[in-house]
Every structure is written in structure tokens, then in C-alpha cells.
């Protein structure tokens, strides 16, 4: 039996590694699955924003669209429920906050959201998906206008990068069944973690409820049931949004809807008189391709407008890579501030998506994860699991001097031994089974 008497375990019987910036498994790039069946909450409907995020009208002149904006975090906030709420990725939010603690930030803290973005330079027709945003681009004209939506991703590893190039959206399945490739199977049985040929509609598909099927074949724009890699090079080439991302984007998008798939991690831009920088990180091969490119249509932009770009503004936005537009050059005196100017929005309370926390009960199954003498590494452990997809419900429990990171609650014994398998197989965290009656 797997019987705690006491919780002060030796850590000697924890092995706890540390984990890394972010803690997606990525065996598979449409996700790993796992044998635990977590049922997770319904979706919520999107709450009303005080900015916006997703959805903008584009004018003849303009090469960019949002404003920039700041939120105070509160106590419990995650840097990844923060993202979700407003529909950025955790790359996009963690380079816009240097030195902001991803898991555990402080309360009171101001964060910036990056919800400015400058266009890619690209046909503004169907899905436009630039990689080194990390971020996907959907126009529509209508008759008398223009208008683009975006929605931020998670792409293809190093080792499996998603490919660069022109598709379409060939078909749209809702509740689409997963096919493991045989790649995905083996990598998963060399760890100890065989997985079915397939894998119904659930909780436990990668592709999530929606999913686009392109042209190339392979490779789909969907779901997931790991939030918190949107913004992550975490797939096997896919292209995944989050869960109500992709319903959005699955509900206006028609089949044979063309898709340009490119890396532009440099963007220049302007919007009400004002030439914006947006810089990410390149692709090393291509950086000084890239540069080149860059410096030219700077040099050519200075020769047009017969106005002189900040230069030193430039070289400190390249070296920051931030992600963030930055003003470089107005096109006129006396500039009306208007778009650019960085807004304060109200926090909203109950941020969307964040993970449920049920109440502990004398009568179920737990797991105890982790000990730790400070709270603040207890919290970021807790927070962590947390984030897992499917969710699995983590919390920090106080005695005496430590602080324990209990998983669970669970319904039965089988369920909180695949949990611990998953703890085990996603973190390397080695938990400890605790039966009902003895999680006091």
C-alpha cells in the first residue's frame, strides 16, 4: 500500500528536479497524451475585455494594429493566466516583463500586455502565420473594409520546425480523432509511455475540439489541451491555438481559405504618423540575411520620408528582442499621441481559464509531489502542475518548517497512480501516493 502516516518525508525520497523556463512535454508536436481520463471543466464564454485583442479594422495606411497596455497582478496570478485572459502567448508576455517571475510574480506588480502588433509583410488574404511572432494573422474584406483577427500560436520544435510556405485549408472536422504516427508511438514507448494507434474526441486529444486539416499534408491548424504552451515552440510541426482561439477562428474560417506559413522577426511599421521596430528572434542561420534586409528598408524609409530614423533607438531594440513595437520615426511634426499611448486595464478578478482548485476531502486520493523549505519554490512547483493539460490540481499545504505540494484531489486509487505516472513522465517529479484518510 501506498500509506502516509507522516508527511515529513526525507528529500532524499523526493526526486525533484528543477524544472526548466517552460515544462511541456513535446514528444509529439500535436501534444503527448496520458492515460489519467481528467474531465475538465466547460469552457466559459470569453468575458467582455476592456481592450482589444483579437479582432481590428485595418486602414489603407496602417501597418499596425492594438495599443500597448498594463495590468496590476493580484495575489495567485500566473504569468500564463494572465496571457490567456488576454490572448497573448507566454513568450510574447515573458519578453515583454524581464525579470518577472513567470510562476509566482509579485502582487501589485505592473506587467505590460504586448497588444500591439505590427502586420506581417505579407498578402493580406486568408491566414497569414508569422513564426518568429509566434503569432497568426486572419483577414477578411468585406465590401467596404478590411479587417484582420490574430491569435497567438505554438509552432513546430528545433528539431521539427514548422514548415515555411503557401497551403490552404482543405477540410474542417470538429471533435477530429487523433492518428498517432508511428514516430510519435516509438518515441513514446522508448520512454515507458505506449500510446494507442488512436485517440477518440476527449480530454485527452492533443488536437483538441477543432481542427483545420491544410493542404501539406500532415499538418493542421487546431486545439490543444495544454493551454500553457500557446506561445512555445512545442509541436511536431502543427500550428495550436487555445481552445477558445481556435473555436473562433474555426467558426469564420471557410474551407480553401489560403494559408502563407513565415518567419519575419523583424517588422517595421506605422500607424498615425509613427514608423514602429518590432523585434523577435531570429532564425540564426538567417540573422544576418535578416539584418540586411532590415537596414536596407531602414535606409530606404530615411531616403522617402527625408526624416532621420532613431538609430540608437533601433540598435537597443534589436539587442532587447522584446517583441514590442517601438517608435523609431515620426513623419511629421507635432505627432497627435493617440493609438500608441500605453492604457491601464482594470483587473478583471477571475482570470479566463485559470485552473479550478476543488476542495481537499478526508475521503480522496493525493499525491504528494514535492517538500520544500521556502514557500515561494513550493508555489512555483504547485503552479506548474497546475498548468498541466489535462489539468491536474495542485496546492501548497504548510507544517511545521516545510511546505508540501499536494496534487488531487482524486476519485480513486487507479486515477491517482496515472496522475503520478504523468508527474512522472511530464516533470520527472517522483510523487507519492497518500490514501484517503491521511492527507491531513
Known sequence: MHRIIDLAIPLHRLR????????????HGCAGIRSVEVIPPPLPTRPAETIKQNEFFIGKEDDAIGRPAVIRLEKGDTLPDIARHFSLGIHEISLANPGVDIWVPEAGTRIMLPLHFILPDAP????????????LFYFKENKKSLTVSTYPVGIGTIERPTPIGQAYVKRKVFRPTWYVPASIAERHREKGDPLPSKVPPGPLNPLGEYALYLSRSSYLIHGTNKPSSIGLKATNGCIRLYPEDIRELYEKTPVNTPVHIISQPYLIGQ?????YLEVHAPVEEQRVADLRKLFARLKNIEKKTKRKIDWGQVDKTLAEVRGIPVPILELREKIEKGNENIVEVRHPGKLYGSPEMPQLSVEAWYILAAEHRDATDAARMAAIISHQGPPIPAR???KRDRYRV???????MQTAEDTARRLKIDLEVDGILIEPGNNR
Open 124 to 135: 493580406r488574404k486568408g491566414i497569414v502565420i508569422n513564426l518568429a511572432a509566434m503569432r
Open 271 to 275: 500607424i498615425n504618423g509613427v514608423v
Open 16 to 27: 525533484l528536479l528543477v524544472v526548466p523556463f517552460i515544462f511541456i512535454l513535446t514528444l
Open 396 to 398: 501548497v499545504l504548510a
Open 406 to 412: 499536494i496534487a488531487g484531489p482524486f476519485g480513486d
